[in-house]
């Protein structure tokens, strides 16, 4: 019995292994020692308010520098990471990196506005999440009002009464929410209406073809207009042309992001470059 129950168990194991190509294996390896070995790092994409044009903030983006393949997006590693049950380890390493890059920075007397961080909804499921978050901020000195949590509305749907907690944890230390990619999921507008939810993220494909299809266009003035009434704030995302960014600004939407603005930068650029001549208020140091 023993010996076939072994038998069993190796061939589990080599069926698995030919359902996966040598190279999906190849980067989980790869991507288990990124992890520990800190080649991950995050870029910022600088968000703007429509209606002065000053940078508010920034959404942390994960890139992988590896060290054959040269610099990753997440499309190229993340859902792996989902597959192999990496996904919480990926969220624990964002919020360390970017926690300790905003208090770099307010030791460099640097204001970088809010900050928001794409975290897993499974990963709101763990009961500790948010008193997790307030240690690391509380151990690099900054204010959680400093950070914002952005999920996937298709991935935070189904899992709506049982994160609630956690959301109300977060609310209650002042962390905002935001829902990203918004109106690619479902069910919407429950959500809307059962959580505490700070911010729409009205996803780029709606951005897309502004003002010429028009049906995108009364979706988003529909949305935007939602969101007014809601008191939600909503941003538009994928903003690349001054047509697109017009429109937005005319049919009463109040921030954005997109290349128009900036692609998504190192950390050293959007607190040197970009804001020093978008906004050079934000340093409220002496910088050099
Ligand atoms: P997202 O959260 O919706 O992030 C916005 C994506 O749109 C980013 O792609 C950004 O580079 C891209 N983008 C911004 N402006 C424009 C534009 O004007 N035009 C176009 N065509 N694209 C624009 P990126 O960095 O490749 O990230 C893709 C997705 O990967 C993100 O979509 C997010 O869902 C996921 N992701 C990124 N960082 C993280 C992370 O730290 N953790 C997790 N779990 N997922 C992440
Ligand atoms: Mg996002
Ligand atoms: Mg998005
Ligand atoms: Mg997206």
Same mark, same amino acid.
């Given at each position: !019995?023993?010996?076939?129950?072994?038998?069993?168990?190796?061939?589990?194991?080599?069926? !698995?292994?030919?359902?996966? $190509?040598?190279?999906?294996?190849?980067?989980?390896?790869?991507?288990?020692?990124?992890?520990?070995?800190?080649?991950?790092?995050?870029?910022?994409?600088?968000? /703007?308010?429509?209606?002065?044009?000053?940078?508010?903030?920034?959404?942390?983006?994960?890139?992988?520098?590896?060290?054959?393949?040269?610099?990753?997006?997440?499309?190229?590693? *993340?859902?792996?990471? *989902?597959? *192999?049950?990496?996904?919480?380890?990926?969220?624990?390493?964002?919020?360390?990196? /970017?926690?300790?890059?905003?208090?770099?920075?307010?030791?460099?007397?640097?204001?970088?506005?809010? #900050?928001?961080?794409?975290?897993?909804?499974?990963?709101?499921?763990?009961?500790?999440?948010?008193?997790?978050? =307030?240690?690391?901020?509380?151990?690099?000195?900054?204010?959680?009002?400093?950070?914002?949590?952005?999920?996937?509305?298709?991935?935070?749907?189904?899992?709506?009464?049982?994160?609630?907690?956690? #959301?109300?944890?977060?609310?209650?230390?002042?962390?905002?929410?935001?829902?990203?990619?918004?109106?690619?999921?479902?069910?919407?507008?429950?959500?809307? =209406?059962?959580?505490?939810?700070?911010?729409?993220?009205?996803?780029?494909?709606?951005? =897309?073809?502004?003002?010429?299809?028009?049906?995108?266009?009364?979706? *988003?003035?529909?949305?935007?207009?939602?969101?007014? $009434?809601?008191?939600?704030?909503?941003?538009?995302?994928?903003?690349?042309?001054?047509?697109?960014?017009?429109?937005?600004?005319?049919?009463?939407?109040?921030?954005?992001?997109?290349?128009?603005? $900036?692609?998504?930068?190192?950390? !050293?650029?959007?607190?040197?470059?970009?804001?020093?001549?978008?906004?050079?208020?934000?340093?409220?140091?002496?910088?050099?």
């Amino acid at each position: !019995h023993a010996k076939a129950k072994g038998r069993g168990q190796i061939c589990f194991y080599s069926e !698995h292994m030919e359902q996966r $190509s040598s190279d999906s294996l190849q980067m989980e390896i790869d991507l288990r020692r990124a992890i520990s070995d800190s080649e991950l790092l995050m870029f910022y994409q600088p968000q /703007v308010d429509l209606r002065t044009g000053s940078c508010i903030g920034a959404e942390a983006l994960l890139r992988w520098q590896h060290p054959k393949k040269g610099l990753l997006l997440p499309g190229g590693f *993340v859902p792996l990471a *989902v597959d *192999v049950g990496l996904t919480t380890a990926i969220d624990n390493f964002v919020i360390q990196e /970017v926690c300790a890059q905003i208090g770099q920075w307010k030791d460099d007397g640097f204001a970088p506005g809010k #900050i928001s961080i794409n975290i897993s909804a499974t990963t709101l499921l763990i009961p500790d999440f948010a008193s997790d978050l =307030k240690a690391t901020a509380d151990a690099h000195g900054l204010d959680l009002s400093q950070l914002e949590i952005e999920v996937l509305e298709s991935t935070l749907f189904p899992r709506m009464r049982s994160s609630m907690n956690t #959301i109300e944890e977060l609310r209650s230390l002042e962390v905002t929410l935001a829902i990203d990619d918004f109106g690619t999921g479902y069910s919407s507008l429950a959500m809307l =209406k059962d959580l505490p939810i700070d911010r729409i993220k009205l996803d780029r494909r709606f951005i =897309k073809s502004l003002p010429h299809d028009s049906k995108d266009d009364r979706i *988003v003035a529909a949305i935007i207009a939602m969101g007014r $009434s809601l008191g939600i704030n909503v941003i538009a995302e994928g903003v690349e042309t001054r047509e697109q960014r017009d429109r937005l600004i005319s049919l009463g939407c109040t921030e954005a992001q997109g290349f128009l603005f $900036s692609r998504p930068i190192k950390a !050293h650029d959007f607190s040197n470059g970009w804001l020093k001549c978008n906004r050079p208020h934000a340093f409220i140091g002496t910088s050099t």
